[in-house]
């Protein structure tokens, strides 16, 4: 859920010496005027699309969408890549990463979808992470928003690590995931990813590797857009968009459809077991993004087991 008081914008020429200053005040000294004002010069060209997050007016973070990829792969395929995400350490864990996230993932849809040429569109995006333990909160959520590895392996500089090489764990050792844009993210425990247009897919096409396929049915709508279905529990399940639940609501809702799963699974119509399952999908992903972690009860653990058995 993204703080109130956050929003995101396109990058102007006139915010690189302000960038600039809130890193340097953190001591990220590689990240000078000059290379936001070159940023900014690369969007006026087309090269490069960047995204400017604010909280109360401050700036919070970035993030760009690279339009041509510098790692091989995903430059071949002509995959949009997404790139120098950063959220100053003050304004984290308010959901300002997810908001620039989802910013570049629109920015790459809306162009595919203005691309009139098949072979123009990229249904794929891209998105590195490095391997160092600061990157962890960064896996998380690529993960919860349904990245998947692409398959490659570990590349350092742009380059696949071939088996038994020897490299540094620095910023240039990096894993590549991609998204298919449009499918439902992936959440731990549903076992596949439920879409409403047509079916939800897995993986990179581009690299030769068979989609994995799930079969979805849309869900019926009214003329308005909403989910219709005479079913009380599909009605329920339809709901507020997660993003703005308050942590309360949202713990409650879910324990809700959780409760009432197995109900649904068995009895419900078959509208109203997709929207049960959309709505879960929904929020269980919304709960991963605010807390990637979750509450692990100690006594679930093989560990805790053991203790109470001695």
Same mark, same amino acid.
């Given at each position: 859920?993204?703080?109130?008081?956050?929003?995101?914008?396109?990058?102007?020429?006139?915010?690189?010496?302000?960038?600039?200053?809130?890193?340097?005040?953190?001591?990220?000294?590689?990240?000078?005027?000059?290379?936001?004002?070159?940023?900014?010069?690369?969007?006026?060209?087309?090269?490069?699309?960047?995204?400017?997050?604010?909280?109360?007016?401050?700036?919070?973070?970035?993030?760009?969408?690279?339009?041509?990829?510098?790692?091989?792969?995903?430059?071949?395929?002509?995959?949009?890549?997404?790139?120098?995400?950063?959220?100053?350490?003050?304004?984290?864990?308010?959901?300002?990463?997810?908001?620039?996230?989802?910013?570049?993932?629109?920015?790459?849809?809306?162009?595919?979808?203005?691309?009139?040429?098949?072979?123009?569109?990229?249904?794929?995006?891209?998105?590195?992470?490095?391997?160092?333990?600061?990157?962890?909160?960064?896996?998380?959520?690529?993960?919860?928003?349904? #990245?998947?590895?692409?398959?490659?392996?570990?590349?350092? $500089?742009?380059?696949?690590? /071939?088996? !038994? *090489?020897?490299?540094? @764990? +620095?910023?240039?050792?990096?894993?590549?995931?991609?998204?298919?844009?449009?499918?439902?993210?992936?959440?731990?425990?549903?076992?596949?990813?439920?879409?409403?247009?047509?079916?939800?897919?897995?993986?990179?096409?581009?690299?030769?590797?068979?989609?994995?396929?799930?079969?979805?049915?849309?869900?019926?709508?009214?003329?308005?857009?909403?989910?219709?279905?005479?079913?009380?529990?599909?009605?329920?399940?339809?709901?507020?968009?997660?993003?703005?639940?308050?942590?309360?609501?949202?713990?409650?809702?879910?324990?809700?459809?959780?409760?009432?799963?197995?109900?649904?699974?068995?009895?419900?119509?078959?509208?109203?077991?997709?929207?049960?399952?959309?709505?879960?999908?929904?929020?269980?992903?919304? #709960?991963?993004?605010?807390?990637?972690?979750?509450?692990? $009860?100690?006594?679930?653990? /093989?560990? !805790? *087991?053991?203790?109470? @058995? +001695?």
């Amino acid at each position: 859920m993204t703080a109130p008081g956050t929003a995101v914008r396109p990058l102007v020429a006139a915010d690189a010496g302000t960038i600039a200053a809130a890193f340097a005040s953190i001591g990220w000294t590689d990240k000078t005027t000059a290379k936001y004002q070159w940023y900014a010069a690369q969007q006026e060209a087309g090269e490069r699309v960047v995204w400017v997050a604010e909280h109360d007016g401050d700036f919070a973070g970035y993030g760009c969408v690279l339009w041509r990829s510098d790692y091989p792969p995903f430059r071949e395929a002509g995959v949009p890549e997404i790139v120098d995400l950063n959220v100053l350490p003050r304004f984290r864990r308010r959901g300002i990463g997810s908001a620039l996230l989802a910013a570049a993932e629109a920015t790459v849809a809306d162009a595919t979808a203005a691309k009139a040429s098949a072979a123009e569109r990229s249904p794929v995006v891209g998105i590195g992470v490095g391997l160092g333990p600061d990157y962890g909160p960064a896996f998380r959520l690529y993960v919860a928003r349904g #990245y998947q590895p692409d398959g490659r392996g570990v590349a350092y $500089d742009g380059q696949t690590v /071939r088996p !038994g *090489a020897t490299i540094r @764990v +620095d910023d240039s050792a990096t894993l590549y995931f991609t998204r298919r844009l449009g499918d439902r993210p992936f959440v731990p425990g549903h076992g596949s990813v439920v879409s409403g247009h047509g079916s939800a897919r897995f993986g990179y096409e581009a690299q030769g590797q068979q989609p994995r396929t799930v079969p979805a049915r849309p869900i019926p709508t009214t003329p308005g857009g909403s989910p219709m279905d005479t079913d009380p529990v599909f009605n329920a399940a339809a709901g507020v968009p997660a993003s703005r639940l308050s942590d309360e609501d949202l713990r409650r809702e879910m324990a809700s459809l959780h409760r009432t799963r197995e109900d649904t699974f068995k009895h419900g119509s078959q509208q109203a077991l997709e929207c049960h399952i959309h709505r879960t999908a929904e929020l269980e992903e919304e #709960y991963l993004v605010r807390f990637p972690e979750r509450e692990v $009860d100690p006594r679930r653990l /093989r560990a !805790g *087991a053991r203790a109470e @058995v +001695d």
